[in-house]
């Protein structure tokens, strides 16, 4: 079992910065964590992963270069540092553990390959 609480969501201003957390617990080790988000009438869309052997990194193309996913191991917590935030991408955002433990390959991208997830922060982005 994996458990995942996502805090640091808000309104903010487009062109401002974001940083969301999510702190992990279980065994997670050699799974892929992801961050997914919805907007409303819209898809759940996966926005960055990280494989938890190699910290190898997938962002999807809509943040790619303005955000960052990362982790520190010592606080068992994943980030999804946001820059130069937009209105599209204000959503729902959710933190998510992939289903089995992996041994190899890139991180799936399809929400129904996560097993595990938070409660969701909301993230806000005002003109």
């Known amino acids: 079992q994996v458990q995942l609480v996502e805090s640091g969501g808000g309104s903010v201003q487009a062109g401002r910065s974001l940083k969301l957390s999510c702190v992990v617990s279980?065994?997670?080790?050699?799974?892929?964590l992801a961050w997914f988000r919805q907007a409303p009438g819209k898809e759940r869309e996966v926005v960055a992963s990280?494989?938890?052997?190699?910290?190898?990194?997938y962002y999807a193309d809509s943040v790619k270069g303005r955000t960052t996913i990362s982790r520190d191991i010592a606080k068992n917590t994943v980030y999804l540092q946001m820059n130069s935030l937009k209105s599209e991408d204000t959503a729902i955002y959710y933190c998510?553990?992939?289903?089995?433990?992996?041994?190899?390959?890139?991180?799936?991208?399809?929400?129904?390959?996560?097993?595990?997830w938070g409660q969701g922060t909301q993230v806000t982005v005002g003109s």
């Open positions: 998510a553990a992939e289903s089995r433990i992996r041994t190899r390959g890139a991180c799936p991208r399809e929400g129904a390959q996560y097993a595990y």
């Open positions: 990280i494989y938890t052997t190699f910290d190898t990194t």
């Open positions: 279980g065994d997670y080790a050699s799974r892929c």
